[in-house]
């Protein structure tokens, strides 16, 4: 048999990765969506949503933003130790 690896940074089991309160503000965000009102951009000053991903993403943001439980995103992560990568070529 083969021996099984051991990773450092194992997944929890069990929970919930999204509280009940990032929940109602999607199911809220897709309301809005489908009646017209859910605007994209700060304050709502963009224009309207017509994806039914970015109804979602705009819901957990929501949810983000009161402090519900929802899982990081992943660009958020701080990049360390990354330098700049010397001169850039001028464009011609």
Known sequence: ???RKKSGARKKSGG???GKAA????ASAMRRKKKGTL????????????SRKQAIAIGLSEAR????KVPRKKGAKKKSGRKSGGAKKKRQ
């Open 23 to 26: 929940g109602k503000r999607v």
């Open 16 to 18: 919930r990765k999204y």
């Open 39 to 50: 605007k994209s951009g700060k304050g709502g000053k963009g224009g309207k949503v017509k």
């Open 1 to 3: 048999m083969a021996a």
């Open 65 to 68: 933003k009161k402090g519900a």
